[in-house]
């Protein structure tokens, strides 16, 4: 999977089978965890935007509601 390196993330985007979002896939180098979020509208390479996605994906996996990310993230397995 190639990533770009932005700070402490690595990150891209892919096209989603629903055009024309896209799939989002966000690493957290120190953390060594990585979330994909399905069909967002928009992604940038700034290191504030990926942090605050990557909080509120962690957020929602832990059980909170947030109406944009519900049932798109999910956590990736490193092989």
């Known amino acids: 999977m190639i990533m770009e ?3 402490i993330w690595q990150w891209k985007t ?3 089978e ?3 979002f896209l799939n989002l896939t966000i690493k957290n180098t120190i953390e060594n965890k990585t979330i994909f979020i399905s069909d967002v509208v928009w992604a940038v390479g700034r290191e504030d935007f990926l942090a605050g996605v990557y909080k509120t994906a962690i957020e929602t996996l832990d059980g909170a509601d947030h ?3 519900d049932g798109k993230v ?3 397995e490193e092989i």
């Open 5 to 7: 390196t932005v700070g």
């Open 67 to 69: 109406c944009c990310y």
């Open 14 to 16: 892919e096209e989603s």
């Open 74 to 76: 999910s956590l990736v």
């Open 18 to 20: 629903n055009a024309p």
